[in-house]
T-cell receptor, first 115, second 113 residues
Framework: DAGVIQSPRHEVTEMGQEVTLRCKPISGHDYLFWYRQTMMRGLELLIYFNNNVPIDDSGMPEDRFSAKMPNASFSTLKIQPSEPRDSAVYFC?????????????FGPGTRLTVT | EDQVTQSPEALRLQEGESSSLNCSYTVSGLRGLFWYRQDPGKGPEFLFTLYSAGEEKEKERLKATLTKKESFLHITAPKPEDSATYLCAVRANSGGSNYKLTFGKGTLLTVNP
């Protein structure tokens, strides 16, 4: 059974460019989460969806960040324009009511470097 | 605001030397405390969920326990392959955002052979 899939695994871009990160959750999971991890702040929740609908986006740092989930098997996190302080590892995770303990399963992450 | 504090930040053990990691939390209505393991360059991997004070869960050399204010991850006779960052997270009654997890910054465990 495939886990959460994220692409790309690494992204290097210049300041001001648009960046799009992609995620495919585990089939059958109806919750999808986007996190950002840095040494300074640890793992922070940015936004999460339930049945493709955004439920809590209070962690989205500013208007430069946007996330969409057009269907149950695909989500994107977009940063436009990107800035050096956006450099971090971005994780996608999924979960569902059928998950025994509501635990979240994480993808391998996308390491973003903005120069 | 939910808060999770893990200590120590880093721990170095010799193979076979048992120890414990601490996770202190402040939440309004705990709905679950989660332990994850994270290897370098990978996403966090789920280990345990604890729901109520006094509950314990075990997996191989790891045992997680829970009180009303903190959780411990006990590592018995660790091996080098137990080296990783261990993350603690809480799920709480945070308004309508009931599926949100708040993570601590983790404990980096290194087990030397």
């Amino acid at each position: 059974d495939a886990g959460v899939i994220q692409s790309p695994r690494h992204e290097v871009t210049e300041m001001g460019q648009e960046v799009t990160l992609r995620c495919k959750p585990i089939s059958g999971h109806d919750y999808l989460f986007w996190y950002r991890q840095t040494m300074m702040r640890g793992l922070e929740l940015l936004i999460y969806f339930n049945n493709n609908v955004p439920i809590d986006d209070s962690g989205m740092p500013e208007d430069r960040f946007s996330a969409k989930m057009p269907n149950a098997s695909f989500s994107t996190l977009k940063i436009q324009p990107s800035e050096p302080r956006d450099s971090a590892v971005y994780f996608c995770a999924s979960s569902g009511d059928r998950t025994l303990n509501y635990e979240q399963y994480f993808g391998p992450g996308t390491r973003l470097t903005v120069t | 605001e939910d808060q999770v504090t893990q200590s120590p930040e880093a721990l170095r053990l010799q193979e076979g030397e048992s120890s414990s990691l601490n996770c202190s939390y402040t939440v309004s209505g705990l709905r679950g405390l989660f332990w994850y393991r994270q290897d370098p360059g990978k996403g966090p991997e789920f280990l345990f969920t604890l729901y109520s004070a006094g509950e314990e869960k075990e997996k191989e050399r790891l045992k997680a326990t829970l009180t009303k204010k903190e959780s411990f991850l006990h590592i018995t006779a660790p091996k080098p392959e137990d080296s990783a960052t261990y993350l603690c997270a809480v799920r709480a009654n945070s308004g309508g955002s009931n599926y949100k997890l708040t993570f601590g910054k983790g404990t980096l465990l290194t087990v030397n052979p």
